[in-house]
């Protein structure tokens, strides 16, 4: 064998094991978690809520959350819901939500939304989805309950279809 094929030999061997520990590495060693994930609650409510007469807190009675957290656990919550302003609630009305958890009134984070003089978009109204999203590293360790509290200024307005998720984890 002459020099040349000796060199094309090595190159060829350089890459076949180049290739064959990506293979090894992508297979057997680099394998994604399939554990399903722990800690995780949620709760869909498919209900309308109208506001309450005169600005008055109400609480959404349909969702509701008992969670643990264990020492050192962070925890995040979400709700999503769709809000109708109603084509007869004047154009610059609103609807705020706020978590509430073990009864506690979290003035932070809200959710704040106005239709800030937009008339209405059909015959049905102006409808929109929304969020509320808080992670909290400072929770007790032990058993809490969120809820949501909500208000606005129009009893023709209203939440509809919600859901809450919360996640602990480390």
Same mark, same amino acid.
């Given at each position: 064998?002459?020099?040349?094929?000796? #060199?094309? =030999?090595?190159?060829?061997?350089?890459?076949?094991?180049?290739?064959?520990?990506?293979?090894? /590495?992508?297979? +057997?060693? =680099?394998?994604?978690?399939?554990?399903?994930? @722990? $800690?995780?609650? /949620?709760?869909? *409510?498919?209900?309308?809520? !109208?506001?309450?007469?005169?600005?008055?807190?109400?609480? #959404?009675?349909?969702?509701?959350?008992? &969670?643990?957290?264990?020492?050192?656990? $962070?925890? !995040? &919550?979400?709700?999503?819901?769709?809000? %109708?302003?109603?084509?007869?609630?004047?154009?610059? *009305? !609103?609807? @705020?939500?706020?978590?509430?958890?073990?009864?506690? &009134?979290?003035?932070?984070?809200?959710? /704040?939304?106005?239709? +800030?003089?937009?008339?209405?978009?059909?015959?049905?109204?102006?409808?929109?989805?929304? *969020?509320?999203?808080? +992670? %909290?590293?400072?929770?007790?360790?032990? %058993?809490?309950?969120?809820?949501?509290? /909500?208000?606005?200024?129009?009893?023709?307005?209203?939440?509809?279809?919600?859901?809450?998720?919360?996640?602990?984890?480390?």
């Amino acid at each position: 064998m002459g020099k040349g094929s000796n #060199i094309v =030999a090595v190159i060829a061997l350089i890459m076949s094991l180049g290739l064959g520990g990506f293979i090894i /590495y992508d297979n +057997y060693i =680099a394998i994604p978690s399939t554990l399903p994930a @722990e $800690n995780q609650w /949620y709760d869909p *409510s498919t209900s309308a809520l !109208y506001m309450p007469a005169s600005e008055a807190w109400g609480t #959404i009675s349909s969702i509701s959350i008992i &969670f643990e957290v264990f020492s050192g656990q $962070n925890v !995040y &919550f979400s709700f999503m819901a769709e809000l %109708n302003f109603d084509d007869s609630s004047n154009p610059g *009305s !609103y609807i @705020e939500i706020h978590f509430e958890v073990d009864g506690i &009134f979290w003035s932070q984070p809200r959710m /704040y939304v106005s239709r +800030y003089n937009i008339p209405p978009a059909s015959a049905h109204g102006l409808r929109m989805s929304a *969020s509320l999203q808080h +992670y %909290n590293s400072t929770m007790t360790s032990g %058993n809490h309950t969120v809820t949501l509290v /909500y208000k606005g200024d129009s009893t023709a307005d209203s939440v509809r279809s919600g859901s809450l998720f919360v996640q602990t984890f480390n």
